[in-house]
């Protein structure tokens, strides 16, 4: 059976990534365990909250040395795609440096944080099969990822901003697929099944 590491640093919404999977049929492992989590056929790395704490929390476990360096498939997401950015303007923070993007704030003219639905656009990758262009996904974050070389969906509030990137193995949402219904649910089965 596929083993699915979910990284739990005290920083994610890990329950509802596990009853995702669950109603995948897939056991996701929730650990902070260096050789469990490299162990693992994929990655999930999920994260709620304030960059510059979690990325202390990941430190306090060394994750923040392992997570780069991981080899299988890693989903991060929202707060873990940010943290996979080189920077975080949120609490001016040094992150993991997987992709070469700041993450900015939301201009102050709209509101945040953004939550509710949004449609994802411009879809280049196969996490995307049997999903529709403008399908809508639901986010809650006040920072963003600008469109970049990596970028594999767009979304727009204000401006066109990354919804999913894309780097080797590493892949990261800005929305929240275990949140998303039927279609977030088609987006996880992707992730683990490609």
Request: proline fraction near 3%.
């Amino acid at each position: 059976m596929m083993k699915i590491a979910i990284i739990d640093y005290g920083a994610g919404n890990t329950q509802s990534v596990k009853y995702a999977l669950k109603r995948l049929d897939c056991e996701g492992v929730l650990t902070s365990n260096k050789e469990v989590i490299s162990g693992s056929d994929k990655v999930i790395f999920p994260g709620v909250g304030q960059a510059s704490s979690a990325m202390k929390k990941l430190k306090s476990k060394g994750l923040d040395i392992l997570i780069p360096k991981l080899k299988q498939p890693v989903l991060g997401i929202c707060l873990g795609m940010q943290l996979m950015c080189d920077f975080s303007e949120e609490g001016n923070t040094d992150c993991l440096k997987i992709f070469n993007s700041n993450v900015k704030r939301f201009n102050h003219s709209l509101k945040v944080p953004q939550i509710g639905w949004n449609t994802i656009f411009d879809l280049k990758s196969n996490l995307f099969d049997s999903i529709n262009e403008n399908e809508y996904m639901y986010s809650v974050h006040s920072y963003y990822v600008p469109v970049l070389l990596h970028t594999v969906a767009k979304s727009n509030y204000g401006i066109n901003y990354s919804t999913a990137i894309k780097k080797n193995n590493f892949t990261g949402v800005q929305f929240h697929p275990e949140k998303s219904g039927n279609k977030g649910e088609v987006v996880l089965k992707n992730f683990i099944k490609n």
